[in-house]
């Protein structure tokens, strides 16, 4: 069977792609990307071309753009160029050269799926409705990356390889050796651009493939072989794996609001526990390094936290909780006498004030009922800082708010995310909890400031 067939075959089987699709295909020039364009005419696909000048080795750039604009023309189809500066996002955002490449094509080619429309700088006659994006990574690209990823340390996921479908990334060359795609070249006299920097050992996949994987078969001639073969396997044990760490999830994790709640004591009779605890936090930011520390907290004193770039998992009692992590700077509103509803960012506040024989007692911590005739206005909704304190209703004697949200066992981000409301610097009300004494309705009290809060996240340990 031939080239083109294998690769009809290979798409139907893994379901990549309807033969109507509209397929926008990334071609820099060289030997892969060019056979990825023929075998797509050949079987009669409808696509588009895409074509990155990264401006990394001088004339060579321009020269691969020309040549791919050019290719695009023999087609007849719609061309997309787009000129990066590649070493300047790389030092802006400290990533090698290769990541910053990655980045900007994936980046750049999502956003032609989403903006349909052609980036040479011409509107198309149509708009573009392109489905999937197509890249020309083969069988020996797929070798190098499972075992950059072995020692890497990136676990099952990373020796499972390329995958041929994730989202719309599509590899419809996975199964071809490179050799197979310069033998479908040289039969077709296919012209193509040869990458020189690809001889070179300056970037990590092209040590693998020039040096490493020849020293290795020099010993095991059939490594590459096995290699594919193994990845096939870890394919299906990932499938296996993915399975299991979802059960061990459901059993674990309970979601409330923003936060993931995770019971300790369960939690440390999973069996693996390092596995499954690495598989729930990485979805978090966590590194597979911070794996040690977060298991350290199951063990540690109430309040103590570890933290990634977007989140925090912290030790409160019996629970690992992990939560957003969120500015705690003090915001501050302001309430006018008129003001009837507040929305702020825990929730809306409404407000209203009613006579005497209108009220009755509301036993009900998310409502404050407070002595309008003590009340002064502006008052001012802020977050709760540490010094603040006040008399809790019953109470002759001034408490912290420090010490009161101990004796209320609140976690650490239910107290960052607690909000007071004041007048002339004294707290009358610890919103959602407990409102001052001093401003309490007594029997001299005529008017009743009633302040409902509705938080938006109503669950609370």
Known sequence: MDLLENFKQYIRKENLFQPKDRLLLAVSGGVDSVVLCALCQQAGYDFEIA??????????????????????????????????DTVAYAKATKMSIEEAARDLRYEW??????????????????????????????????????????????????????????GKIIRPLLFARRSEL????????????????????????????????????????????????????????????????????????????????????KLMKTVPLQTVLYEIIKDFGFTAHQTEDAKALLKSETGKYIQSATHRIIKNRDWLIISPNQSIEAGHILIEEKDTNIDFKNGTVSINKISRDQFSIVNN????????????????????????????????????????????????TQKENTWVIEMDKKIIWVVGMRIDDRFKIRDPTRQIYVVNFLSRNRTRN
């Open 182 to 265: 310069e033998l479908f070249v040289k039969e077709n006299q296919l012209e193509f651009v040869t990458d020189h920097s690809n001889l070179e050992n300056d970037y990590t996949r092209n040590y693998f493939r020039n040096a490493i994987i020849p020293l290795v078969s020099e010993s095991f001639p059939e490594a590459t072989k096995n290699v594919l073969k193994n990845i096939q396997r870890f394919r299906e044990t990932d499938i296996l794996y993915q399975q299991a760490v979802q059960l061990h999830r459901k059993k674990l994790l309970e979601q409330k609001g923003e936060e993931v709640h995770i019971p300790v004591l």
């Open 109 to 166: 080619f999502y956003s032609l799926v989403r903006n349909k429309k052609n980036t040479d700088g011409k509107e198309m006659n149509e708009p573009s409705v392109v489905k999937y994006i197509l890249t020309a990574h083969h069988a020996d690209d797929n070798i190098e990356t499972v075992l950059m990823n072995f020692f890497r340390g990136t676990g099952i996921t990373g020796l499972r390889g390329i995958l041929p479908k994730q």
């Open 51 to 84: 074509h990155c000048n990264f401006q990394l080795r001088g004339d060579d750039s321009s020269r691969d753009e020309k040549f791919v604009r050019a290719l695009a023309r023999k087609y007849g189809v719609a061309f997309h160029v787009r000129i990066f």
């Open 365 to 412: 911590p998310m409502i404050a009922q407070l002595d309008f005739g003590l009340i002064k206005f502006p008052l001012l909704l802020r977050r709760w800082k540490q010094g603040d304190y006040f008399y809790p209703l019953g109470m002759q004697k001034k408490k912290k708010l420090s010490r009161f949200f101990i004796d209320q066992k609140l976690s650490l």
